[in-house]
């Protein structure tokens, strides 16, 4: 950090979902074989393993980007997309994730310390707005994006968190960004960004050494931790 960006005020602050905000209980890595396997996949092959851990190896990222690269053609992209969308809306509805503990609290935190928040996703918007309605969070934050509405691109493109920087308009130069994530990609996209601060946390898939290999300017146990990081480094 230099001493610049410790005396900038970090009024927008971008959150990913699931490992940061929302823990889903692995429910990605199930939803995945569920939708493998309704392509053909033969669980337990190698084929399935090798596609399984790509997964793990790119939490994060936008999840149609995932499904280009392993099935290689875009139709069975689609259909790959489709449903694990499906398979997660309905692991989602069988009230299978719940928040990160103090996730909530931190986001109304945030808020009433001045901050714009904005929940990001690498799911589609309807799986977005599946875990929101079963959270009850549908309004909890200023702003939810996912890679859609940023163009297409989701992590580890800076895509989504300039699309919160220019529709919030909450701030005037990008390193007035905070950015909060648990993968690689989280923290690739906040540096691509130029996000001041980008604190990787320790709730989801990436360990302490892959978040700052990736840029993290800090590495927090949990999202409940952020707020106070954020009042720490305020003018005084």
């Known amino acids: 950090m230099t001493d610049r960006d410790t005396h900038t005020h970090h009024k927008l602050v971008v959150l990913d979902m699931a490992g940061t905000t929302v823990a889903d209980g692995g429910l990605v890595e199930r939803a995945f074989e569920r939708a493998a396997e309704r392509l053909g996949v033969e669980p337990g092959s190698a084929d399935h393993a090798a596609k399984l851990q790509y997964v793990r190896d790119t939490m994060g990222e936008s999840k ?122 989280d923290m690739l996209s906040g540096r691509r960004a130029g996000a001041g601060i980008v604190a990787g946390v320790l709730t989801g898939a990436h360990d302490r050494a892959a978040l700052d290999d990736h840029g993290a300017t800090h590495v927090l146990g949990s999202i409940a931790e952020l707020p106070r990081l954020l009042n720490d480094a305020e003018p005084v």
């Not at 980007?65 to 259909?79: K, N």
């Not at 934050?141 to 920087?165: E, H, Q, S």
């Open 64 to 185: 149609i980007s995932v499904f280009r690269h392993l099935f290689g053609t875009e139709e069975l992209a689609q259909s790959a997309n489709s449903a694990f969308e499906q398979a997660y809306g309905e692991l989602v509805d069988g009230g299978l994730i719940a928040p990160i503990p103090g996730a909530r609290e931190a986001i109304e935190k945030l808020r009433a310390d001045g901050r714009t928040v904005v929940l990001t996703t690498g799911f589609a918007r309807v799986t977005q707005d599946a875990i929101l309605d079963a959270l009850g969070w549908q309004g909890l934050a200023d702003l939810t994006l996912c890679p859609a509405d940023a163009g297409g691109r989701g992590r580890p493109y800076p895509d989504m968190v300039l699309a919160a920087f220019l529709r919030t308009g909450a701030v005037a130069d990008v390193r007035e960004v905070a950015v909060a994530g648990d993968t690689a990609y």
